[in-house]
């Protein structure tokens, strides 16, 4: 194991489990909104915006950020109104903001800024700042903040937008607050997962979550465990090897994803199927 | 005063040359239960989106309970309960049947406010009233094609709504499923004397409480009146090829 001074593996815990804890809790919203594609293209435009920065010298963090709510802005308004499907715009958007990225890390002067260009795409342990870590808790509590305030609004929109208009719910800021919040998840975990593998864990904690429950307030709950256990286990087993942290962590998410589907009550047969199905009077009136 | 006013509407869907719907004028009275009838592709889901705003019409007026649903789309909804046509769940879709009867109620309740006892009261009222109080902590996709359906109307009646739009709430459901929900239907209508508009293209369907049928073809009304003077006259064997009259 690669020895670390106590001040950056306290640095890196608490990165772990903040860029954890948000991903797979914006992973719930995206999985179960079926809206991988969109948050895939602000991911890749996120790591197209770090490389700009950079280029130019300006925080990435920022350039990262810009890109990636400028895409949120932009695809969120177009897949509503193009009559595309999203994932042929978000096809365009990924391939586009894919070849801006690496077309500003190409033109990068030395190997020193080319070689910090790359960690943005793989990740690393030694990148975030206390400064990024900062701006990963307050996004956190944003977060927690926004959703328990408007739970009832994104359970709505979560389970089906067009009915949730059809209840009285103005469903278009609430719809466009997630893709923003989603953009800023991905830009501000850039550093730390990369901008290739981000959105795996996004995706994948979320998903394996949706394995273990039928009722989606759960799912909200358990998806930031699985996403924290997993980032906290893929930064040891990066420490441990050496990998880059970014591919340990989307390892052990595809991993437990794996072993989350193979043991899902949702696919046994028997008696965990009978227990939800089943039409007996355990379900009780609340009355 | 009329309930549901449309005048003079056209809707063209966006990139669409011609309209869905065209030239439609409605009145319906309060407390009335109006069938709209047609064959596929009539426009007749068009018609109820334009009534509760989820579709923008390109042309004309729609008045809902005396506000223009251009301008007060979302306050007009609120008062509407919307029964979507042809809803299927997965079975892995982590929602139970009590949380997705009190997202019907989400609107009413406002913004920022979390369901009181008071809220989830009448969420369990209306679960009784259609039979599914029983699935309440069940998850939805678990459940049959009619009982999905009649959770869906639970949620739509959750939010008490004044006026009840139904998109063809009795397709892909079996006969006994459909005789159950339209008896349930007839029921609500006896109870609560909501002004409903419910949309169906199956003569077999048009519950017995039903005071008018609307007949649309190729986007405009062709015919409006009782239900006996409608499926006996010449206009409705134009447009379906039969008629039950002499």
Known sequence: MIPLPTGLVLRVIIGAVLAGFTCSMMGTFVVQMDISSIGFSMAHAAFAGAALGLLLSVEPLLTAVGFAVLVAILLGPVSEKARLSPGVITGVSFSVTMALGFIFINLHPGPAETGAALSILWGSVFALTWHDLILLFLLSIGIVIIIGLFKKEFMAIIFDRKMAKASGISTRPFYFTILFLTGLTVAFSLKFVGGLLVYALIVNTAASANQYTYDIKEVFILSPIIGVICTLLGVWISLQFGFPVGTSIVIVTAVVFVFSVVFSKKRKKGKGLLDISGRSGEYGNRK | ?246
């Open chain 2, 1 to 246: 005063m009329s309930c549901i006013e449309l005048n003079n509407v056209t809707t063209i869907y966006e990139g669409e040359e011609f309209p869905t719907i065209r030239n439609i004028d409605l009145k319906i009275d309060k407390g009335e239960f109006v069938c709209v009838m047609g064959p596929n592709g009539a426009g007749k889901t068009t018609l109820l989106e334009s009534v509760n705003g989820l579709l923008d019409h390109t042309n004309g007026d729609v008045t809902v309970l005396g506000k223009d649903v251009e301008k007060r789309g979302t306050d007009v909804r609120k008062e509407i309960g919307y029964l979507l046509q042809s809803f299927t769940f997965s079975t892995e879709d982590p929602f139970l049947v009590e949380d997705v009867v009190m997202m019907g109620r989400a609107g009413r309740i406002g913004l920022i406010k979390s369901p009181g006892e008071e809220d989830w009261e009448k969420v369990y009222d209306c679960m009784d009233l259609v039979g599914i109080a029983e699935f309440a902590k069940k998850p939805i996709g678990k459940l049959s094609g009619g009982e999905q359906q009649k959770v869906l109307l639970a949620r739509v009646l959750a939010k008490e709504p004044e006026i009840l739009l139904l998109d063809e709430p009795f397709s892909d459901l079996d006969l006994k499923a459909k005789e159950e929900l339209q008896e349930l239907i007839e029921q609500i209508f006896e109870r609560r004397g909501l002004t409903t508009l419910m949309v169906t293209h199956d003569l077999g369907s048009v519950p017995r409480v039903s005071s008018k049928i609307v007949l649309m073809n190729g986007g405009e009304i062709v015919l409006e009146g009782n239900p006996q003077e409608v499926i006996e006259s010449q206009t409705w064997k134009s447009v379906y090829g039969f008629s039950l009259g002499g």
